[in-house]
């Protein structure tokens, strides 16, 4: 019987009861009782297991309260974000002011020093940092019917010294589309005056991290599958269903053991959703070299089998894992996956490692053109078909009703066989060629924004030329056990320049991602006056970009020119 077939619907429902029973705030009784529930399953298939401790800075709402004094007066339901600040037991009392979206660019010519902004939309951590910069003391996100609870810092795990001043320091709340509606109809009485008070959970807190192993049988190496366990109120689908999906694809493999070529390593992390991943961050920390040298790619679960997710074509990838995340979409479902560039998300905290990465929320709704689905796509940043995760994401609707087992069977069954196929195929499915189409229309594209300020072209014919030594057919003649080698050595190199500003050993800020972020602000440097210092200044780094992608790319060309193909 083919994995996929194997995957129990019972199971499934079993583990999904158990894991959701409770709210696992990060570092809490309730969680650690859904860590023993996870490690007790594990280690009944036969995983060995390890179990960690480690102090991560931790914050969710409490308590939260919002009055408008003038030229109203009444109350407003708000709820407080993960890692705001607190304030005062008095609050923060300012004008409140409309400021759109809340991005950077929207705070252009204003002046709300001193003031409380209401914007549309998810808090999230570029808006609360633009609010931050501009001078406002408090923030007031508009969603939608439901709050959805959110992580507003940008810093991605634990802070450092040259990060630590970027925690949240305006006080924020979320409220309703129609409160929000409200407040701005009162812009047509005159200033409107707010008081704002958050009382949040916010310290240095132990959370746990378990890791499952099974060996392979002729590699010492490993795929690591990772979810977070860590939840918002029960988190029946975010993350539930991701942890039973886990459990029941650790049993599968573990029946199948002696088919595997190389191991399986199930993650679990906390401190995804109130310390903005500082789990899987920690781990790739402490576990830095044993990542890199042993594990050949990342893949991850979140949210899957709800209600209504029928979307499947727009699964996150990378461009070297595209084309084996797509053989096994067509395969199991007949739909095609779209390349989608894999987010700054989803605990993915091994990109300086060099590892490969798919999925993360395999499945999605699909798109609603009603008011409030709309609304939905935009706050959620939903592809093209789909409308995001649900309604209910992020919220106290996040309950068993919200499941579909048939989805939940369907999505198991693809991660199922995803992780088999990694763990027993002889040679790496990974496509660097494509990797390289990816960075030659980037730097391309970079080179024309930079207007004639930073010279890539020659950069962009080192990415071309490596897609053709990569297209030769010279790796097709390695046996896989070589042929893996350099693959294995191609993502080490490629992977950091591409999805990296800070290297292999920092991590960049939870602020989105764009293809070889390190050379992104060509587009910016464009825009200057070649002879200001800023110009200089922004060119200079951008030249010290250039060099490291470069030698990226030379790197990759002598490692393949250097693969002795046998003579016919």
């Known amino acids: 019987m083919a994995i996929r077939d194997a995957v129990s619907a019972d199971e499934l429902d079993r583990h999904l009861r158990a894991v959701s029973a409770e709210v696992r705030l990060s570092g809490s009784p309730e969680e650690a009782r859904a860590f023993d529930y996870i490690e007790e399953q594990l280690r009944g298939f036969g995983f060995e297991t ?67 902004v209401l914007s549309d939309g998810l808090a999230m951590p570029g808006k609360a940092l633009a609010a931050s910069q501009a001078g406002a003391i408090g923030q007031i996100h508009i969603n939608d019917e439901f709050i959805h609870e959110m992580c507003i810092s940008p810093i991605w795990g634990t802070p450092i010294p040259e990060t630590a001043a970027l925690l949240p320091d305006v006080p924020s709340v979320g409220i309703t589309l129609a409160d929000g509606e ?25 959370i746990p ?8 049988s002729e590699e010492d190496r490993f795929v690591l599958f990772s979810g977070h366990v ?14 039973a999906t886990q459990l029941e694809v650790a049993r599968l493999l573990a029946e199948r053991r002696g088919e595997l070529r190389r191991g399986i390593r199930l993650a679990f992390w906390s401190g995804h959703s109130h310390g903005r991943y500082a789990s899987s961050t920690w781990y790739a920390d402490h576990h830095w070299h044993d990542l890199h040298e042993r594990c050949v790619c990342h893949v991850n679960v979140d949210s899957v089998g709800a ?26 479902t ?48 939903a592809g093209a078909l789909s ?63 930079a207007r004639g300020q930073l010279d890539l072209s020659g950069t962009t014919d080192l990415a071309l030329d490596l897609g053709k030594e990569l297209r030769n057919g010279r790796l097709d003649h390695l046996d896989p056990a070589r042929a893996n080698v350099v693959l294995i050595e191609l993502g080490h190199l490629l992977i950091p320049v591409n999805y990296t500003r800070n290297g292999p050993f920092e991590h960049d800020l939870a ?3 764009s293809p070889l972020p390190g050379l992104a602000d060509a587009a910016t440097l464009g825009q200057l006056d070649s002879s200001s210092d800023e110009a200089r200044f922004l060119r200079t780094g951008l030249e010290r970009e250039r060099n490291r992608v470069e030698h990226a790319l030379r790197a990759a060309m002598h490692l393949i020119r250097a693969v002795e193909v046998p003579a016919l």
Not at 95 to 100: A, D, I, K, N, T
Not at 185 to 197: D, E, I, K, W, Y
Not at 209 to 216: E, F, H, K, Y
Not at 387 to 407: A, M, R, V, Y
Request: charged share 20%.
């Open 334 to 381: 007949g739909k095609e996956l779209d390349y989608r560039r894999i987010s700054r998300s989803s605990d993915q905290s091994f990109w300086g490692h060099g590892i490969p990465t798919l999925f993360a929320s395999l499945s999605e709704q699909a798109r609603d053109d009603s008011p409030t689905g709309a609304a939905m796509a935009q706050l959620l940043g």
């Open 209 to 216: 991290t378990l890791t499952a192993d099974l060996s392979g």
């Open 387 to 449: 409308g995001g995760l649900g309604w209910w994401w992020h919220t106290t609707e996040d309950t068993l009703d919200k499941i579909d087992s048939d989805n939940l069977v369907r999505d198991a069954g693809i991660y199922a066989e995803t992780l088999f196929r990694l763990c027993t195929v002889p040679r790496l499915p990974f496509d660097y060629a494509a990797t390289t189409d990816e960075l030659a229309e980037t730097l391309a594209r970079y080179h024309d924004a």
């Open 307 to 332: 209600n209504g997710a029928s979307i499947l074509e727009e699964a996150p990838a990378m461009a070297e894992t595209y084309e084996f995340g797509r053989q096994i979409l067509a395969e199991l």
């Open 182 to 206: 409200r407040l701005k109809q009162l812009f047509n009485s005159g200033p409107v005056t707010v008081r704002l008070v958050t009382e949040p959970y916010l310290a240095w807190t132990m």
């Open 50 to 116: 390890h179990r960690y401790s480690s102090e991560a800075l931790i914050g969710y709402p409490e308590k939260a309260s919002l009055a408008v004094l003038t030229p109203a007066s009444f109350s407003v339901t708000a709820n407080g974000y993960s890692l705001s600040p607190s304030t005062s037991p008095e609050g923060v009392i300012g004008e409140l002011v409309y400021v759109g979206a809340g991005h950077a660019a929207d705070y252009a010519g204003r002046d709300v020093q001193g003031m409380i």
């Open 230 to 243: 860590d939840s918002w109120h029960l988190g029946a689908m975010d993350n539930g269903t991701a942890n």
């Open 511 to 513: 602020l989105g991602s």
